[in-house]
């Protein structure tokens, strides 16, 4: 019999709230017999926010976490019996980390002490794929794949250009084309993206777009909204300015200005928030009770909040798909988006829901006047949304393509 493939997966924590189609994919994997093992950054507090992971202890003893960085008397202390440890039960691994170690980062002692110390939960590991998920965060564990013999995937999920890594490493892509055996993209504009950055036809790529629970997300039976009523806005995801909170609110606003009753909800936190409760507070929208800030809730509450609003609204200025429009779109909720990364491709404009312009809320306003005063064709757009969720973004397919991915990379080299 085969033994199962072991997929290593990398990411700066597990589990992450704002990361739930990594847990949730890492379940899906683990079920259909994937042996795999999380390799994270930090440890997390919010494994009490997924439903999803109670009862399940083969998920948190998957998980190695790196030794602690800070603060320096945790290292002395902490992180020495850990080296010293790892050092004793995998003697000859660990002399061939080193040495790995040396060959790839001796030209800059701090480097070469700092890729064995906050590596070491790599130490006596055999893998057949080492996935990382966010290619922008990749730079540290690419020469990994020497060491642990095994196939490198990287995967893509938002644009090098959102983030200071170019400015501050410009060869990064090309490093990171250099050591992928294979590269996993969510959407058709990511990938023409790493082509314009230079990925080279040579290597592998496959297009797995994201996916959601479609038990978890289900649409409910809403009592009919007339024309009138206060529309019911929502927003899922993290304070961040790339997601364009504040052109939200501005868009709300917009509405709030014309006339339209409306109530805003933003579901989620981050570093944004404050420009966010400013941007609030400049249109009198928190005083007015137009705008909430719910804050960050556990996984199974969200769709509670989907299934009680008339629309979604996620204008973003960066995006490499979202998975919280497909959840929308999976619970009957029409959607108004922007025209941002791979939005366009998640959301079927017209159809199940608004494509409006990057930094236009006065055109996101106009959308969402229009689904106010239109009831049923805020149904119909629901209606399709769901099928279009139920056709695309179901997470059991997404594992299967995955599962086919690994296979298809592992074999690759094979017969030459």
């Not at 980062?105 to 070491?120: A, H, Q, S, V």
């Not at 965060?137 to 990287?154: G, I, S, W």
């Not at 709300?252 to 944004?272: E, F, N, S, W």
């Amino acid at each position: 019999m085969n033994e199962p493939l072991k997929i290593g997966v990398v990411v700066m924590r597990f589990p992450v709230p704002s990361e739930t189609f990594i847990v949730t994919k890492i379940v899906g994997l683990i079920d259909a017999g994937f042996d795999v093992q999380i390799f994270a950054n930090a440890s997390s507090d919010d494994w009490n926010k997924f439903d999803i992971l109670r009862d399940r202890p083969n998920v948190r003893r998957r998980v190695h976490i790196a030794p602690p960085f800070r603060p320096l008397s945790k290292v002395l202390t902490v992180g020495t019996l850990r080296l010293l440890r790892t050092a004793l039960t995998h003697p000859t691994d660990f002399l061939r980390f080193v040495r790995h170690n040396w060959q790839h980062r001796r030209e800059n002692t701090p480097g070469f002490l700092k890729g064995i110390y906050t590596r070491l939960h790599f130490v006596g590991q055999k893998l057949d794929v080492l996935h990382i998920e966010f290619d922008t965060q990749a730079l540290t564990f690419v020469d990994l794949k020497a060491y642990l013999k095994c196939k490198l995937l990287l995967s893509s999920r938002g644009s090098f250009q959102k983030t200071s890594v170019l400015d501050q490493f410009p060869d990064a892509p090309q490093v990171l084309y250099r050591h992928a055996d294979g590269y996993h993209f969510i959407s058709n504009y990511l990938h023409e993206n790493a082509r314009r950055l230079g990925l080279p036809g040579s290597i592998p790529t496959w297009l797995v777009e994201p996916a959601i629970d479609l038990e978890l997300f289900n649409p409910i039976e809403r009592p009919p909204r007339q024309a009138g009523d206060v529309f019911r806005i929502v927003s899922v995801g993290r304070l961040a300015w790339k997601n364009g909170f504040e052109f939200a609110i501005d868009a709300v606003g917009m509405l709030h200005r014309a006339g339209v009753p409306v109530h805003y909800t933003i579901v989620g936190d981050g570093d944004y928030r404050e420009a966010a409760v400013f941007a609030a507070r400049q249109w009198g929208l928190l005083d007015a009770g137009i705008v909430e800030f719910v804050g960050v809730v556990p996984r199974e509450s969200v769709p509670g909040y989907l299934q009680a609003a008339d629309a979604m609204l996620h204008i973003s200025v960066e995006e490499g798909f979202c998975n919280a429009v497909i959840e929308a779109q999976a619970v009957e909720l029409p959607v108004v988006v922007s025209d941002a990364g791979g939005l366009p491709e998640n959301v079927a404009n017209e159809v199940t829901g608004y494509v409006v312009p990057r930094r236009d809320p006065a055109a996101a306003a106009e959308k969402l006047r229009y689904l106010a005063e239109n009831p049923a064709l805020c149904r119909e757009m629901g209606r399709a949304g769901r099928e279009r969720a139920v056709t695309l973004f179901d997470i059991n397919r997404q594992v299967e393509k995955f599962g086919a991915l690994y296979r298809e990379l592992t074999a690759l080299g094979e017969n030459e």
